[in-house]
């Protein structure tokens, strides 16, 4: 479900119900770029050495959308916008976003 500026303040009792009755919670982030070039990923990386890889090339990059997903025996999924500076996003995204 997608959440906007227009219906986020009606759908915030059955976000806050999904979390209540959720067993565990995923998030999601999608952002403006993958990777800035820094550091690169590899599979004999440590659990350690891969998240600080992919934080660092993360942090050039602007967090456009992020997605819940409220996990229990049913799944309800919520997608937030968030609002970007005008130089950066579409005019008729940043009318959606929070």
Do not use: W
Not at 29 to 38: A, D, M, P, Q, V
Not at 48 to 68: A, C, P
């Amino acid at each position: 479900m997608d959440v906007t500026r227009e219906n986020f303040a009606s759908l915030l009792p059955s976000i806050s119900e999904a979390i209540t009755e959720a067993s565990f919670i995923a998030i999601d982030g999608e952002f403006t770029g993958l990777t800035n070039g820094s550091f690169n990923v590899t599979a004999y990386d440590s659990p350690d050495e891969r998240y600080f890889k992919l934080h660092s090339n993360t942090k050039s990059f602007l967090l456009v959308q992020f997605g819940m997903d409220f996990v229990s025996f049913g799944s309800e999924v919520f997608l937030f916008f968030l609002s970007l500076s005008k130089s950066t996003f579409c005019q008729n995204c940043r009318k959606k976003s929070l």
